[in-house]
C-alpha cells in the first residue's frame, strides 16, 4: 500500500487529486485497513499501466490482492485464538471454583473426623489454603498434602 500510495503522489503531478485517493491510514483497525487495501487494490486497476511505468511490478494489483488474504486470515485466525482463550479461561474458572466447592465439602468432614487431633488439623489447614492472586484464584498447594493430611487422619 506504500508503494502505490508513493507512486500515486508522483501520477497526481499529472493527475490532480490521485494521491487523496491512495492515502495510508495510520494507526487504523484491522477491517478498516482491510477495507482501505481493497480500495486501492480497485481504483489501481483502471490506473494500472500507469502504476507499471513508474517501475510498480506487472503484478502488484494481485501482490496486493494476496495481501489483502493474508492478512484477513491472520486476523480471523487471532480473533480465533482470543475466543478460544475466553473459552479456555471460563473452563478453568469453572474447574476451580467446582475445586473449591469440593475442598470447602471435605473440610466439614476432615474437621468432624479429626475434632480432637489438633496437629493433624493443623497439617490439613496449611494443605487447604488457597492463594487469591490477580483477580484470580489460584490453588497454592498441592492435591497431595491435602490427601495424605486425610489420609493420616484415617479418612
Partial sequence: MEAISRTARALAIDTPGLDDKFRVP?????????SVARAFARDAMPLAS????????????????????EFDDATRDQQEGRDT??????????????????????DAIVRNRLRDDMATI????RSRHVERRNSRMK???PAVAATAATEAAGV
Avoid at 26 to 34: K, S, T, Y
Avoid at 50 to 69: K, M, T, Y
Avoid at 88 to 101: F, K, M, T, W, Y
Fill in 122 to 125: 493443623a497439617v490439613w489447614d
Fill in 85 to 106: 482463550h475466553v473459552a479456555a479461561r471460563a473452563s478453568i474458572d469453572s474447574a476451580l471454583e467446582s475445586g473449591l466447592e469440593a475442598v470447602r465439602r471435605l
Fill in 26 to 34: 495510520r494507526a487504523v483497525a484491522d477491517q478498516v485497513l482491510i
Fill in 139 to 141: 490453588v497454592e498447594a
Fill in 50 to 69: 500507469q502504476f507499471v511505468s513508474h517501475a510498480l511490478p506487472d503484478d502488484f494489483i494481485a501482490d496486493l490482492e494476496r495481501s489483502i488474504a
